[in-house]
Every structure is written in C-alpha cells, then in structure tokens.
C-alpha cells in the first residue's frame, strides 16, 4: 500500500481547484478572460452599459434554466426548473478587475449572487442571479428578453 505524503494531497487539491475552478465561488486563476453574461441594463443602448466600456463583445447568447422577472428599474434573473426557461443577453469578455467592479455594481453577494452557469452554445459564463424569495410577488418575462421597459 502506497503512503501519500499529506503536502502533496495538498497540492494536488489547490492545482485541481485552480484548473476546475469551483461554481459560484471564483478564483483568480478563471478570472482572467472571463466572459460575463448580462441581460439587462447592463447590455448595450441601455442606461448601465457605460460599465462595460472597452470591454470585447462577444456576441448575443441564451442561457437555458433561469427565469426573467421584472422588477421596474431593472429585471432579475432566478434559477428556474420549467425547461422553457430562457434568458436572453450579450456576452462580453471582461477582466479580473472590471469583474470584481460589476460585483460592486451589482450588490454581489448582497442583492445578485455572481455564479458560473453554461450557456446554450456550451460556453462558460459568470451571470448576476438573484433569489426566488426576491421576485415571489414580481410579474415574470416570459420571453427571458428584458427591453428595458417597465411594462412588458
């Protein structure tokens, strides 16, 4: 039987959480070309997209298992179990720095909980996602697609 040295285990823990990275909870290592997934004022001709200036655009995306509630002001996104539930949005490649920033902006951990989730193409994205509690009383956008309307 093989002894293991203890520090190694070590090791070999740190290296496969800096190569995995661990949802919901970021390091710096997966941090450095993020790519963030923003579905409301956040995305371009909106009134926050200024936040996202000299950030790359990486195109329009759907991410699948989120609901889209309507909040006025800005809309939240929850975790959903209807299979239909699709979020629209812009996916822009952003730094270490400039995410921690969109934590700030967004209330993270506080109001948003800043979490890795998959989008429809198979890319890894960071997205700001509320809780059910939050919009239990608030209409829901069907179409995942916030216009930035207070009515939808």
Not at 24 to 34: F, K, L, V, Y
Not at 42 to 49: E, M, P, R
Not at 70 to 75: D, H, K, Q, S, T
Not at 84 to 101: C, F, I, M, P
Request: net charge positive; hydrophobic share 40%; proline share 5%.
């Amino acid at each position: 039987m093989t002894s293991i040295n203890p520090s190694e285990a070590a090791r070999a823990v740190n290296r496969a959480i800096v190569m995995g990275g661990v949802k919901g909870r970021p390091d710096s290592a997966s941090e450095q070309n993020a790519l963030v997934f923003v579905y409301g004022t956040l995305k371009s001709g909106q009134v926050n997209h200024h936040h996202l200036a000299g950030c790359r655009f990486c195109g329009e995306a759907q991410l699948p298992d989120l609901a889209l509630h309507n909040l006025g002001p800005f809309p939240m996104a929850i975790a959903s179990n209807n299979p239909a539930a699709t979020l629209q949005g812009e996916v822009y490649e952003v730094s270490s720095a400039k995410l921690h920033e969109l934590d700030r902006f967004e209330g993270a951990p506080r109001l948003y909980e800043r979490q890795q989730h998959r989008l429809s193409d198979g890319r890894v994205v960071w997205v700001f996602v509320g809780r059910a509690h939050q919009v239990r009383h608030v209409p829901l956008i069907s179409s995942g697609r916030w216009s930035g309307c207070a009515a939808e």
